[in-house]
Nanobody, 123 residues
Framework: QVQLVESGGGFVQAGGSLRLSCAAS????????VGWFRQAPGQEREFVAS????????DYKNSVKGRFTISRDNAENTVYLQMNSLKPEDTAAYYC????????????????WGQGTQVTVSS
């Protein structure tokens, strides 16, 4: 059974930073794509960033490019999302997920999901 557990969310002022963690267990993710999604109240869950477990592919939503960085630590079986220069519009519940589809941005392509962590950015 695959488990993904997010942590690191919180409350921060605009311009601040947070680092989210996604700890994976239950299987090897060697051939998986791990993504971060977010969902604000009343909105659909949207793609934010993804990384191939090998580390040789990353993908970002345009509005977070240059501010967010996705990375992974193979030894810790953990994927991180470093979020800098946060804006109020980044406020959402953030979820990590795993997919076997290369380059996937649709949430329908992701098979495993964590429970989410809340990020709130005040203006």
């Amino acid at each position: 059974q695959v488990q993904l557990v997010e942590s690191g969310g919180g409350f921060v002022q605009a311009g601040g930073s947070l680092r989210l963690s996604c700890a994976a267990s239950g299987r090897t993710f060697r051939n998986y794509l791990v993504g971060w999604f977010r969902q604000a109240p009343g909105q659909e869950r949207e793609f934010v960033a993804s990384i191939k477990w090998s580390g040789d592919f990353t993908d970002y939503k345009n509005s977070v490019k240059g501010r967010f960085t996705i990375s992974r630590d193979n030894a810790e079986n953990t994927v991180y999302l470093q979020m800098n220069s946060l804006k109020p519009e980044d406020t959402a519940a953030y979820y990590c997920a795993a997919s076997q589809s290369f380059g996937a941005r649709s949430r329908l392509s992701y098979d495993y999901w964590g429970q989410g962590t809340q990020v709130t950015v005040s203006s």
